[in-house]
Every structure is written in structure tokens, then in C-alpha cells.
């Protein structure tokens, strides 16, 4: 009985023995983790790219195409074309402004109101509106025609006006499935804290949250504010295309603190597995896309974006014969 006894006490005792030593293994092993992330170089920058020529789109946004798919679409893979219609006041008019009925196949568009108001209705059966901090985001896939206009009440006030759309481009597995409509209201993005800034996650996985946009291809985006001066710093996952956007002020980015002006836009080395440093001043806001790439062939010609010159030809016939519908 009493050697059982003894048995049972060296044993619970070895057994706490070997906890602790596991624990204080485990805390170790953590703490080196931490700080050999501490100490990785931030990811190295790539290249800065300068915005296209101010254009009109329609009638209802003046902007500047940031990058678009012939400038470097391996490059930017999976994302294709970004426009900022950069804050702009509007004057009151019983006509609302905007585009009208045109349509798109193979890809998606993604519309970021952080001024104003837009209305949106497609041949899918999708719409509404979205105002300050909202967020649309339309998979045209196999095809739709929709239209997009300054809110009904937005053009009767007027007021300051300023959006982003961006278009992420489908695999090719995905191109003819079918479209789907997201309105994303602000308060549904989750807020992470990133030193003297915080972002707004509207797809994707960052830090412990995840944003409510539904994806066909992994990707991370993100808009983050400056509160404060200094620097912000983020894990995104190695091999992916990391685009930096400043919609408002410069930000300084990689080891060498690279500036990247306002509205234009600078691209992290895929083969860097660094973290992801943004340095700007108090008032800097700056968007964040981060992609796996796609490496698919991308042929993309006006309102559509396929794989083939072909696939892009059958698009213009389905569209003209009506097969896409109409508003």
C-alpha cells in the first residue's frame, strides 16, 4: 500500500515536473518566435508606380486609373485595375450623375464610398445603396449589365464626393459561374489596432480578425488611418502580391522607408518574407490589397476580362445578342 502510495506521489510529481519543464520549453520556443519576428527585416519594396492621366467616367467621377491589366497583369495578379475618384464637391442637380447601363464578364468589381453616395443596379437581380465607410462588391463572373449613379438623394444635396473601385479578376475556373451582389456595410468591418493607425478589415484575415466580403481567391484587404505619426506593421502571407495605395498623404515603406506619393502605388517582392512597415504622418489613409496570385493568362479588352482573345470575343456577342440581359 505505502510503496503504491509512493509510487503514485513520484509519479504526479514527475509528471508536474515534466509540465513545468514542457511549459517553460513551449514559453521559450514562443519568446524566440517573437523575437526572431522582431528582428526580420520588413519586406522589401519592388517598385513605386505613378497614376494614369485624370479622365471622366462617365459623367459622375473624375479619376485617376492607378494601375489597369496592361501595365503589368502577372504583376498585379489577382488584382487588375484600380480608379480613384479623389475627393470632389459636387453641386446640387435634379440629374443624377454617374454610368450607365454597360457590362462586364470575368471578373470582379469592388466600389470603396468614403464620400458620398452611389446607387447600383445590375441584370442579376442586385442593388442598392451604399454611402460613407460601405463597400459593394459585384462578382460579374459569367456576365451582368449594371449601372452605377449618384444616389437619388446625394444629387438633389450635393456635397464632397470620393470613391475607389478596384477590379480583382477571377481564376478561370470561376469566370462563368454565377454573379453575386454583396453590400458591406461600415460597421460590419472589424477594427484592428496597428500601432499609431487602425484598419478597417473588409476581406480576408488580418491579426485575429476577418473581414465579411466573400472571395473566390485568397486575399487580404484592408484600408488603414493614420491617427498618429509612425509606423505601422503587418504579417501577410509569403508569395502573395501586396499592393500599397495612398488615397490621402505619403507613406514610407520597406527597409528603406521608400516614399510612395499620394495616389500612387508601390508593389512588395512576392520572394521577401518579411513583414509588411508603413510609415506615415497623423491623417495618412492608405489602402492595403494582398493576393494570392493567380498565373493564368490574362487577356482583358474594355468592359471584359478572360483568358483568351477568343473568350473575350464570345463575351462581345453574348453581350450584343442580349444573352447578358439588360436593365
Known amino acids: 500500500m505505502l510503496a503504491t502510495l509512493g509510487a503514485a506521489v513520484a509519479a504526479i510529481a514527475g509528471w508536474a515536473l515534466g509540465s513545468k519543464l514542457l511549459g517553460r520549453r513551449k514559453q521559450e520556443s514562443d519568446m524566440q518566435q517573437a523575437s526572431a519576428s522582431q528582428t526580420r527585416s520588413p519586406r522589401a519594396l ?179 488611418h493614420f491617427h498618429e505619426s509612425g509606423t505601422a506593421e503587418v504579417e501577410l502571407p509569403d508569395g502573395w502580391t501586396t499592393l500599397v495605395f495612398p488615397l490621402e498623404g505619403d507613406v514610407g515603406a520597406g527597409p528603406e522607408r521608400t516614399a510612395i506619393p499620394s495616389r500612387h502605388f508601390g508593389v512588395f517582392d512576392r520572394n521577401d518574407d518579411g513583414p509588411i512597415q508603413l510609415h506615415a504622418n497623423a491623417g495618412t489613409r492608405a489602402l492595403v490589397l494582398a493576393g494570392e496570385p493567380l498565373d493564368e493568362p490574362v487577356f482583358a479588352y474594355g468592359p471584359f476580362v478572360m483568358n483568351t482573345r477568343e473568350e473575350v470575343a464570345q463575351a462581345f456577342r453574348d453581350y450584343q445578342s442580349g444573352r447578358m440581359g439588360h436593365l
Open 46 to 224: 519592388q517598385g513605386v508606380y505613378p497614376p494614369g492621366p485624370e479622365h471622366w467616367v462617365g459623367d459622375g467621377f473624375y479619376v485617376k486609373t492607378v494601375f489597369w491589366p496592361q501595365l503589368d497583369a502577372q504583376m498585379l495578379s489577382p488584382f487588375l485595375l484600380l480608379d480613384h475618384a479623389a475627393k470632389r464637391q459636387f453641386d446640387p442637380s435634379p440629374h443624377r450623375r454617374g454610368v450607365g447601363e454597360h457590362p462586364h464578364r470575368g471578373f470582379e468589381t469592388v466600389t470603396f464610398a468614403y464620400r458620398g453616395e452611389i446607387e447600383h443596379r445590375d441584370s442579376a437581380g442586385g442593388g442598392g445603396r451604399i454611402g460613407p465607410g460601405d463597400v459593394q462588391w459585384m462578382t460579374a463572373a459569367s456576365g451582368v449589365v449594371h449601372e452605377e449613379k449618384h444616389s437619388q438623394a446625394f444629387s438633389e444635396r450635393g456635397g464632397e464626393f470620393e470613391m475607389v473601385q478596384l477590379w480583382v479578376n477571377l481564376p478561370a475556373s470561376k469566370k462563368m459561374s454565377a454573379p453575386r451582389y454583396q453590400p458591406l456595410l461600415d460597421r460590419e468591418f472589424p477594427r484592428v489596432a496597428l500601432g499609431p493607425g487602425e484598419a478597417r478589415v473588409i476581406a480576408g484575415t488580418l491579426g485575429a480578425e476577418t473581414g465579411p466580403a466573400k472571395t473566390h481567391t485568397p486575399m487580404t484587404t484592408f484600408d488603414v
